[in-house]
């Protein structure tokens, strides 16, 4: 069955959130990077892996327990190697060279970060995403090529407790070169 949708929540840029009821597999196309939450019984959140039709399950975690997607996006990076953060939800412009944060309201655990170029470009040279939590790095990670489409960390985790301060910082060893736009990021908290 298609799953019903209700309403696109907000779009920037090529990215859109939508609100579903069901799982939109092969019946709700989207730009790569795209969100749909879906007010099911269990509710899920979804993230489109093609720019077609084709989306994973965000929210599901394997643990059986609940998890809540931590979303991160900006529409440039910079060709420099200036170290860059992503801001918490999306915002079309630079990202910022200061850390924006979220602030955990509960204890749990960081998971799975999932990373899309929604329009990849530049020279190939690699960015590494890396979360940090209260200023210092985790050990969750991506490393994708500029012109790479996305990448995933689905095997390293953090815990967090209620104050804790996170966020996504994006590191450059070289130029990466023009052209790479609408980057974002998914992280799990559960």
């Known amino acids: 069955m298609a799953p019903r949708i209700y309403t696109i929540v907000v779009t920037i840029g090529d990215i859109s959130l939508y609100q579903v009821t069901g799982d939109p597999n092969g019946s709700l196309q989207a730009t790569r990077g795209s969100v749909a939450f879906d007010d099911s019984s269990p509710p899920k959140v979804w993230q489109n892996t093609d720019g077609a039709t084709a989306w994973t399950d965000i929210s599901s975690g394997g643990g059986g327990g609940s998890t809540a997607p931590l979303v991160f996006g900006t529409g440039s990076l910079s060709a420099s190697t200036t170290t860059r953060f992503l801001y918490p939800g999306y915002d079309d412009g630079l990202a910022q060279t200061v850390a924006i944060v979220i602030e955990m309201t509960q204890a749990g655990t960081l998971r799975n970060l999932r990373i899309v170029h ?4 530049g020279n190939g040279n ?20 500029s012109n790479a489409a996305a990448g995933a960390d689905t095997s390293n985790s953090e815990t967090f407790v209620a104050g804790d301060q996170i966020t996504i910082r994006a590191t450059k060893a070289a130029g990466i070169g023009g052209g790479l736009e609408d980057i974002t990021a998914t992280l799990e908290a559960a």
């Open 118 to 121: 929604n329009n990849p470009g």
């Open 126 to 145: 690699d960015i590494v995403y890396t979360v940090l939590k209260n200023g210092g790095a985790t050990s969750i990670a991506v490393t994708l090529a």
